[in-house]
């Protein structure tokens, strides 16, 4: 079962993924040109449509958390927060069958098929409702930006399928954080160790680093195996004064004097 930080890392990974390709096209679109592409349509459809939460210096993983802890009660009116963001899956949802039902009467009108036959248009009304469920999309018929598009409504539909569960009062995991520990390494950056239900599940122990912000710059999953042998190590060290560039620079123990010993805590 995901913890509260699964599912927050979840959500902040798809809009990372979103706000990526929203600057991507922006450098690709012509200042000086009069009229807003098909593209730039649908990204001011996208943004409006998220406006309650999405903005470019406040982005939506800062309060989630909370949002979500308050829907988790039992109290439905605790739970309306969680609306804004299952929003932002509709929205692309919307705008990818928008853009995929443009692509396909373009792709059927090229290939010479006649869009006003009532067969061509079934067709296509059914490829634009399996475009969401379908894992990936035809490239033939499909532009690269559409494709992406996908991608990311399908990051997002995985965010909030969670999300929507704890909404609708489906969802139930343990309220306890994990057990963690933060160490300020340097420039204010946070070393965090921990270990959630998942991590255990895996028997591995959780290592992060987050920027001076709390944004996460780096996860790794450190078996509990190699923790302990890390712990054992370091006493090894330190106990027997041995010299080490990492853990004891000032050691006045030569470490080859030691290699016979067999060391346990």
Not at 64 to 80: A, F, N, T, Y
Not at 100 to 125: P, Q, R, S, T, W
């Given at each position: 079962m995901k913890t509260l930080d699964d599912i927050v890392d979840e959500y902040y990974n798809a809009i990372l993924q979103y706000e990526s390709y929203l600057k991507e096209h922006e450098l690709k679109e012509e200042?000086?040109?009069?009229?807003?592409?098909?593209?730039?349509?649908?990204?001011?459809?996208?943004?409006?449509?998220?406006?309650?939460?999405?903005?470019?210096?406040?982005?939506?993983?800062?309060?989630?958390?909370?949002?979500?802890?308050?829907?988790?009660?039992?109290?439905?009116?605790?739970?309306?927060?969680?609306?804004?963001?299952?929003?932002?899956e509709d929205a692309i949802?919307?705008?990818?069958?928008?853009?995929?039902?443009?692509?396909?009467?373009?792709?059927?009108?090229?290939?010479?098929?006649?869009?006003?036959?009532?067969?061509?248009?079934?067709?296509?009304?059914?490829?634009?409702?399996?475009?969401?469920?379908?894992?990936?999309?035809?490239?033939?018929?499909?532009?690269?930006?559409?494709?992406?598009?996908?991608?990311?409504?399908?990051?997002?539909?995985?965010?909030?399928?969670?999300?929507?569960?704890?909404?609708?009062?489906e969802y139930k995991f343990e309220m306890d954080a994990p057990n963690k520990i933060d160490i300020e390494i340097n420039n204010g950056r946070i070393m965090r160790i921990s270990q959630t239900e998942s991590d255990k599940i895996r028997c591995g122990i959780g290592v992060e680093t987050l920027d001076e912000k709390g944004n996460l710059e780096e996860k790794e999953l450190i078996s509990e195996g190699d923790f302990v042998m890390l712990i054992n190590y370091y006493h090894y060290i330190k106990e027997n004064d041995i010299k080490d560039d990492f853990i004891n620079t000032t050691g006045l123990n030569d470490r080859k004097d030691f290699e016979s010993e067999n060391i346990e805590i």
């Open positions: 200042p000086k040109k009069q009229e807003l592409s098909k593209l730039k349509k649908m990204e001011m459809d996208i943004r409006n449509s998220m406006q309650e939460y999405y903005e470019r210096n406040c982005m939506p993983w800062r309060q989630l958390k909370g949002d979500i802890k308050e829907g988790i009660k039992k109290d439905l009116s605790k739970r309306d927060k969680l609306i804004s963001y299952l929003r932002a949802g919307d705008s990818l069958s928008s853009v995929v039902e443009e692509e396909l009467a373009e792709y059927y009108l090229k290939n010479g098929f006649d869009l006003n036959d009532d067969d061509i248009k079934i067709k296509i009304e059914e490829e634009v409702c399996d475009c969401y469920a379908v894992s990936s999309l035809d490239s033939k018929k499909y532009s690269k930006d559409t494709l992406k598009l996908k991608e990311i409504a399908i990051a997002f539909h995985k965010a909030c399928t969670d999300i929507y569960k704890i909404y609708t009062g």
